[in-house]
């Protein structure tokens, strides 16, 4: 009979594959046109913290994110968008082992869209990939498989937004990925 330890560990390989799984066949529905959106009018900040809820048990303790929530609405797929911040999360973490976090959300009132950042303290962007980060099978690490930008970049240009990775310009090493979409009126 299996111990404990041993089934935690069959579950969360299986959690994994399961992942995997999913990622594969969201990267075959964008290229072949058939992903489908269940947009709805959503608070963005709840969709923020669902994501911070899904990557809190992979967070170390030298590393903290910093988020104010603020009430933004917009008409989005939810699980889809949980998603993109999910991968955008997770993506920080992996490459910020120690230092900040920042989930920052601005409201652009001039073209009535709100943009979401993602900035991290880590090592930055390998410019080696830098301009084909949100390609298929784009990847510098090797816990990863490359499809997760390509779909968040199809899934927020198919909310209607664009997605865009820089270096931090402001003398901490790092990058922020940023992605605008427009608000609901």
């Not at 269940?38 to 303790?61: P, R, T």
């Not at 933004?72 to 797929?77: P, S, Y």
Request: hydrophobic share 40%; with cysteine.
């Amino acid at each position: 009979m299996p111990n404990e330890e041993t089934v935690l560990i069959v579950c969360r390989n299986a959690k994994k594959l399961q992942d995997l799984a999913n990622v594969i066949l969201d990267a075959a529905r964008i290229e072949s046109n058939t992903i489908q959106l269940y947009k709805e009018s959503v608070n963005l900040k709840d969709i923020i913290q669902d994501a911070l809820k899904e990557i809190e048990n992979s967070h170390n303790d030298r590393l903290e994110v910093i988020y104010e929530p603020r009430d933004i609405f917009i008409v989005a797929d939810k699980d889809r968008m949980t998603e993109v911040i999910s991968n955008l999360l997770s993506n920080a973490l992996k490459f910020a082992k120690e230092g900040k976090i920042f989930v920052n959300v601005k409201e652009k009132n001039i073209n009535k869209q709100v943009i979401v950042s993602v900035k991290d303290t880590g090592y930055g962007i390998d410019r080696e990939i830098i301009s084909r980060l949100f390609t298929k099978f784009a990847t510098k690490s090797f816990d990863g498989t490359g499809l997760g930008l390509y779909i968040s970049r199809s899934t927020i240009e198919a909310h209607g937004g664009t997605i865009w990775a820089e270096y931090n310009d402001d003398g901490t090493k790092g990058a922020t990925f940023s992605f605008s979409l427009p608000k609901l009126s």
